[in-house]
């Protein structure tokens, strides 16, 4: 059974080390604000959704200790840029500190339970969406890491998988490896073994002989950001998953909640991307495969245009394009006050 990712205790946030899976399963405890910033940086906790939640209890945990408001959320801010579940939890935080009365941190933790509560619902409902989606017996690719470790839990394109188990389906799932930091080869196999998937990993390179050779059913992602066209940004990798999916005629879906979306951008082009340091590219597995002298670029995501994505399937349904009025319907006639926040 998969351990708690992120789980609430008297002492703090308790979060599962995700850098030393799946060969160890270790836990980091997380008493202050500072820290939680620091797990983010570090990628101990990783994936968009769980970047929220543990922003929104890092919020809880800076009320305990007496750090402003303000400076914790400009602190949980710049830990990464590029998903938005961040800012947005960031801002739900702001508003409960703002507008409510009484203990400050009675107040955020309750709303960070809330927030962490409401994405696994989510990632529940958007599971029975898309599981509609698929075969009886499907084959999927999948990318990077978008499960319960990635998530509150259950996972948005594994939730998709486990909401098709659930409903008496077949899953075969391949993952890609996700270089540079493997969180499909160290993660998503991790999970989906542990909750007794058929799944086997790939590199990033073979999902194109893969589609020559086999049947694919689809592929399923997560997400980043979403703008309000339907440009989505998720790890760095998918847009050629995409572009190759599309040559197969093989549907991409994007998995994603609605927190996922930032209303205020109208496409993808002005989503930031994050670069990280060259080392991660340089190095597999902590050895070297490259001198540090050579050049390396290393940006964390890309952005898949919307006329690439199938659908996009959220808690409230399955929108299909075009997906600027598909999206803006659901935040209420469009506009840039969406749920989603710009950083
Ligand atoms: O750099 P990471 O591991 O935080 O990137 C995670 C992803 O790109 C996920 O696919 C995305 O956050 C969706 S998680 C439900």
Redesign the pocket.
């Known amino acids: 059974m998969l351990p708690e990712p992120i789980l609430w205790t008297e002492e703090g946030l308790s979060l599962l080390d ?1 850098r030393k899976l799946p060969f160890a399963v270790e836990r980091i405890l997380c008493g202050d604000v500072e820290s939680i910033a620091e797990a983010i940086e570090k ?1 101990v906790v ?6 929220g939640v543990a922003a929104a209890y890092g919020m809880a945990l800076a009320a305990r200790e007496g750090v402003s408001c303000y400076a914790a959320s400009k602190r949980l801010a710049a830990t ?1 840029p ?2 938005v ?1 961040l800012f947005w939890a960031l801002r739900q935080m702001e508003k409960v500190f703002t507008e409510g009365e009484g203990d400050p941190f009675l107040r955020l933790l309750a709303e960070a339970r809330r927030i962490h509560d409401e994405d696994i619902a989510c ?1 529940r409902s958007l599971g029975r969406h898309g599981q509609s989606l698929l075969p009886g017996d499907a084959t999927v690719i999948t ?5 319960a470790l ?2 509150g839990g259950y ?4 939730g998709v998988f486990r909401a098709a188990r659930e409903a008496g389906k077949r899953v075969t799932v391949f993952a890609d490896e ?1 270089r540079p ?1 493997l ?1 499909g080869a160290r ?1 998503t196999a991790w999970e989906l073994v542990e909750d007794g998937f058929d799944v086997t990993v790939i590199t990033d390179g073979m999902s194109g002989a893969l589609m020559q050779t086999r049947p694919v059913h689809a592929v399923i ?4 950001r979403i703008a309000a066209n339907g440009d989505t ?4 990798g ?1 847009y050629n998953l995409a572009v190759v999916a599309a040559r197969h005629h093989v549907p991409f879906y994007v ?2 909640p609605l927190s ?1 979306v930032d209303m205020s951008l109208p496409d993808g082009k002005a989503i930031p991307i ?1 670069e990280r340091d060259g080392d991660e590219v340089r190095a597999v597995a902590g050895a070297d495969v490259l001198p540090p002298s050579i050049a390396v670029w290393n940006p ?2 890309d952005v898949t245009p919307a006329e690439l994505v199938t659908a996009i399937v959220t808690e409230r349904g399955v929108l299909r394009p075009p997906y600027g009025p598909a999206l803006a319907s659901l935040f209420g006639g469009g506009g840039v006050a969406g749920k989603g926040a710009s950083s």
């Open positions: 995700q990628m990783r994936g968009a959704p769980a970047i990464r590029t998903a579940n990632n990318h990077c890491n978008a499960g990635a998530t996972g948005t394109a594994l996700t930091r969180q993660l992602v997560g997400a980043d940004a998720n790890k760095i998918t998995a994603a996922t994050e964390a995501f």
